[in-house]
């Protein structure tokens, strides 16, 4: 790529997806070859970037991502229907095909937010240019992309014949789709910014956030556990100490003692009288009283 424009080399921190690992022993061995996040990778391989790269002029500082891996994990974001930078971040850490596009580096949930937010119509046309190349090509797994509740619907056959007029308007409502998407992803990361603070939203608390402190916490935590269970056993041993029966006793009595007995349907004392006028248990010489069966 010719960046003769820029008057230094801007430094990025390099970036190889091809790059030899122990295990397993490079990128390309994590997905079969027909994954469609190759597709992405090399649709946008074939892309002019250079406005993007334009905009990257700061030389101090630390070597900020590879802009055209940004890109990547992005279009390959919206093509899979990830809808805020830290559902981004998240993927770049758990899914194989966004591990496979960033050559297992993972950008945070701002730097995400930054670089699209910077980029944000280069991304558009980038997005949308993807979108009818997927289309193009028949990928089942792209063909459908889902954009805030709507699909974009692509043509799956090479051959099938479209006008110039209904290209245009295919274009025009693409690009609709894309820029509502990129609305929506917008909208999503200032709530969860407000949620989380600067917090991912999905890691754990930092009380937690290593071994040795879950370790800890797990055995106070069980300590704790077990003193309540111990404290709870020995209160029930006391003496004088009442159980469910016994405190509803009183109320037993108090009701015998008004000549008043309890009606066989009542499963435990202290559950109130039956609403039964034909059961009210009083004494068969007062008024609303059983009668003896003949």
Known sequence: MNLGFMTKTKKFRENDPKQVMLLPPS???WLAADHPSYFVSEVVEGFDLSGIYGRCTELRGYPPYEPRMMV????????????????????LHEDVGFRVLSGNQQPDHWTLSDFRRRHHQALGDLFGQTVKAAAE???VKLKHVAVDGAKVKANASKHRA???ERMLAEEK????????????????DRAEDELYGKG?????????????????FLANWRKELEE???????????PGAQGPDQLHRPRVEAHEERGQGLHPGLQRPGRGRCRNPCHRGGRPDQPGGRQPAP
């Open 137 to 139: 090509a028949g990928l």
């Open 173 to 188: 409502r693409v690009r609709e789709d894309v820029d509502r998407w990129l609305e929506e992803v917008e909208a999503n």
């Open 162 to 164: 479209m006008s110039y």
């Open 27 to 29: 990128l390309s061995d």
């Open 72 to 91: 990547k994990v992005w279009l390959y974001g919206y093509m899979m229907g990830v809808r805020s930078s830290r559902k981004l971040e998240r993927a």
């Open 200 to 216: 991912s939203g999905w890691r754990l608390p930092p009380r937690l956030a290593t071994p040795e402190k879950r370790r800890e």
């Open 228 to 238: 309540r269970t111990k404290t709870g056993a020995e209160k029930k041993a006391e």
